[in-house]
């Protein structure tokens, strides 16, 4: 999709759809006025009567007379009670939009920026993150219907500033928005691929391509070298599957030379059965999510790699499969995991810090200066939190801080759970060092406090995606699947890191 902004008041742009966000109460903006006025108050007839909502979220679709006001269609879309307008707003907005167009089969649009205290470049940014990830339909496996017309992409998007914004800050959040939205989009592909396609060596191959194409140092392990180096909790994963494990790392090396990097670790369990501890058959087809934290990682990485942030990251996935073989790993084994410490795996659908732990011992090979990992890793969090908000958890709380702001910036929200030190109680294991379930209570923080023991000093934030990885599609710029959460946290972590000189937190 090319993107581009426009100024205020110069000629009306040449695209099928209008787009013209409507306040609900108060006074409407500059864009809705003026188009207003050109149809002659149809526009506040229609409002006032209750024929067109502004409400959040809500759209109304308009045709005025015989191309009226230069526009052959309107689209009212509702924003936000009062005069409050957020990037949240906005990018909903904007995926509503980018969805009307679709139903429309039109493709270009013209977006209606509206006056607000929001600087220009996050509202553009907002705008095209709305359209890019509102324009994502995973269709690749359905057959099209013969007697039904192809779809048509939205091809070309502009967006109208309001007046006397800077033009050039906003084509830049334009620019910004339009690539972190676009790896986002192939995060959610990844998700939304079953498990018999997105495989770990699938994964694997996604990330050596991404790295071919923007310039990333990508090595994939296998079996062979996994054993070599001792990461044998993936292994014990890995066990009861045909399908070979992986671990991929991602290099981005955009800061100085001897600059410790930042890492980014995502859970690439590209279908989780439960392994012996079998999981129920009711909804287990979802578990082909369970390699989220993963793809939001390949695609981080390559809005990073293309960003171009003058920073150094580096990116971690181990990837398995959690099957049932006769191989498979069993209630009551004990594995040594890279590192050293012995696990007692109890409960085998308990796989994804087990993957996750031999990741990060393996990363602090390069002397992180911070590390974040994301994983839909517990049932327990989505009791917690639903499909709402992202569980975070940490041993720095000012890193905790830092993920949380990023979380609110782009509308990733998270939430914090406590790691009291009684919760780690709940992991101590009879024989061995530690055993990979504390059982039902506290399931998200015992969870996270098993990935804590393996970080050890390093600094290092958790995130539990389980809730929010994927879901239902009900907020307009998703669709029912991956959402490609945690891909906007990962990038917008790393872009404050990379503002503050690469070394120290944002302020
Ligand atoms: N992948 C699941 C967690 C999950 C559950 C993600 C539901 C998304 C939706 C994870 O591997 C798992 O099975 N966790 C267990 C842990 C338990 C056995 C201690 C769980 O949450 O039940
Ligand atoms: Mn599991
Ligand atoms: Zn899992």
């Not at 990330?207 to 062979?224: D, M, N, Y």
């Not at 990682?297 to 971690?316: F, R, Y």
């Not at 012995?342 to 031999?358: K, P, S």
Request: charged share 20%; with cysteine.
């Amino acid at each position: 999709m090319k993107i581009s902004v426009s100024a205020a008041g110069s000629t009306r742009p040449a695209a099928e759809l209008l787009v013209v966000p409507v306040l609900e109460g108060g006074e409407q903006d500059a864009a809705f006025r003026m188009l207003d006025e050109a149809l002659g108050g149809h526009l506040s007839t229609l409002l006032a009567r209750g024929d067109a909502k502004h409400g959040f979220g809500e759209t109304t679709l308009v045709f005025p007379a015989n191309g009226a006001g230069g526009a052959e269609r309107v689209l009212l879309v509702g924003l936000a009670k009062g005069a409050e307008v957020t990037a949240e707003r906005l990018r909903r907005a904007a995926g509503a939009a980018a969805k009307q167009a679709a139903k429309s089969r039109v493709a270009s649009l013209a977006f209606a920026l509206p006056a607000s205290a929001l600087p220009v470049a996050e509202a553009a940014r907002a705008v095209a993150e709305g359209l890019v990830l509102g324009a994502y339909d995973f269709r690749e496996l359905k057959s099209q219907p013969e007697d039904k017309p192809a779809p048509v992409a939205l091809e070309e998007a502009i967006i109208v500033l309001p007046a006397d914004a800077d033009e050039g800050a906003a084509a830049e959040g334009a620019r910004v928005g339009e690539i972190i939205a676009r790896a986002e989009n192939v995060a959610r592909q990844l998700g939304n691929l079953p498990g018999n396609v997105a495989t770990p060596t699938y994964l694997g191959e996604t990330a050596e391509r991404i790295g071919r194409e923007r310039g990333l140092t990508v090595t994939v392990l296998g079996p062979e070298e996994l054993r070599a180096e001792g990461l044998n909790a993936l292994l014990a994963v890995s066990q009861g599957s045909e399908q070979e494990p992986r671990l991929i790392i991602m290099e981005h090396r955009g800061g100085a030379e001897g600059q410790k990097p930042l890492v980014l670790v995502g859970k690439g369990l590209t279908f989780d059965a439960g392994g012996i501890s079998i999981k129920p058959a009711a909804g287990m087809e979802d578990m082909k999510f369970d390699m989220c934290g993963g793809a939001g990682t390949l695609a981080a990485m390559q809005a990073i790699a293309e960003l171009g942030l003058p920073i150094n990251v580096i990116g971690v996935v181990p990837s398995s499969e959690n099957l049932l073989g006769g191989g498979a790993m069993k209630p009551g084994d004990i594995v040594r995991a890279h590192g050293g410490k012995t696990i007692e795996i109890v409960n085998t659908d308990a796989e994804g810090r087990l993957i996750l732990v031999d990741a990060i011992s393996y990363a602090k090979r390069f002397d992180p200066l911070a590390m974040l990992d994301a994983a839909t890793l517990t049932g327990a969090c989505v009791v917690a939190l639903g499909n709402t908000a992202t569980g975070v958890m940490g041993n720095d709380e000012g890193l905790v801080q830092e993920i949380i702001r990023a979380g609110e910036a782009t509308g990733e929200r998270c939430w914090q759970l406590p790691m009291f030190d009684d919760y780690r109680e709940l992991i101590k294991s009879d024989y061995a060092d530690i055993k990979n379930s504390g059982g039902r209570a506290a399931g998200t923080i015992t969870a996270g406090w098993f990935l804590r023991e393996f970080v050890g000093e390093w600094p290092w934030v958790h995130l539990d995606v389980a809730g929010t990885a994927y879901g239902d599609g009900k907020i307009p710029y998703l669709t029912k699947g991956a959402s490609g959460v945690p891909t906007r946290i990962f990038v917008q972590w790393v872009m404050d890191r990379a503002a503050a000189g690469g070394g120290t937190a944002a302020a």
